[in-house]
């Protein structure tokens, strides 16, 4: 069993719909990532987040860290936010940071 | 310009051949990542340095080498290439301020090893 799990593994919208893409792992963390890869292959640091909520535009990440669950949401979904999510969590070593646990991605894609 | 740039973007080589893929970012990050993702797989960790005296096996490393030549520059050379490290390369800094880290990614080097 992987210890980061993201669900769903794919996702299709239609323009305009509120997406949720769901993350939970296994251990102790320090801090956790939500990442978005670009088709191109390209990847795009979203949130690094340890508690709570924050919001960018359109994306909110929430951490519940007693559920060990992330759910990142895009409100107003746009074709333009087709890309694959990835979820990371950062092991809770202390300050070390010698291990990111990624997850496999869930890929969305939103149609016009 | 791009923070974190890749050399090359794509490269194809043959079964034994040694490569190197080079990675240079401009952030003055002193942490810097070598990572590689496969099809159906996360991206795993192959190698990180803290700073230029500090280099660290990740959890790959196997098959792969790295040197950081200064602050900004941090290669990854596969000795002899095999088949099964072709994949999709990512190198990354990140910046450590109050406990949290954020990562920059570079664009990826795409390695077909025939």
């Known amino acids: 069993k992987n210890e980061v799990e993201q669900s769903p593994q794919n996702l299709t919208a239609q323009e305009g719909e509120f997406i949720t893409i769901n993350c939970s792992y296994s251990?102790?963390?320090?801090?956790l990532h939500w990442l978005q890869q670009h088709p191109g292959g390209g990847i795009v640091s979203l949130f690094m987040?340890?508690?709570g909520k924050k919001k960018h535009g359109r994306l909110i990440a929430t951490i519940n860290i007693q559920e060990k669950h992330s759910s990142l949401h895009i409100t107003a979904s746009h074709p333009r936010d087709s890309a694959v999510y990835i979820c990371?969590?950062?092991?809770?070593?202390?300050?070390?940071?010698?291990?990111?646990?990624f997850g496999t991605g869930t890929r969305l894609q939103v149609f016009p | 310009d791009a923070d974190v740039t890749q050399t090359p973007r794509n490269r194809i080589t043959k079964t034994g051949k040694r490569i190197m893929l080079e990675c240079s970012q401009t952030k003055g990050h002193d942490r810097m990542y070598w990572y590689r993702q496969d099809p159906g797989l996360g991206l795993r960790l192959i190698y990180y340095s803290f700073d230029v005296k500090d280099i660290n096996k990740g959890e790959i490393s196997d098959g792969y080498s790295v040197s950081r030549q200064a602050q900004a520059k941090f290669s990854l050379s596969l000795e002899s290439a095999i088949p099964n490290q072709t994949a999709l390369y990512f190198c990354?800094?990140?910046?450590?301020?109050?406990?949290?880290?954020?990562?920059?990614f570079g664009p990826g080097t795409r390695l077909l090893v025939l």
């Open positions: 251990v102790g963390i320090s801090a």
């Open positions: 990371a969590v950062v092991g809770g070593y202390g300050w070390n940071t010698d291990k990111l646990i």
């Open positions: 990354a800094t990140s910046d450590f301020r109050g406990g949290l880290e954020t990562q920059y």
């Open positions: 987040l340890s508690s």
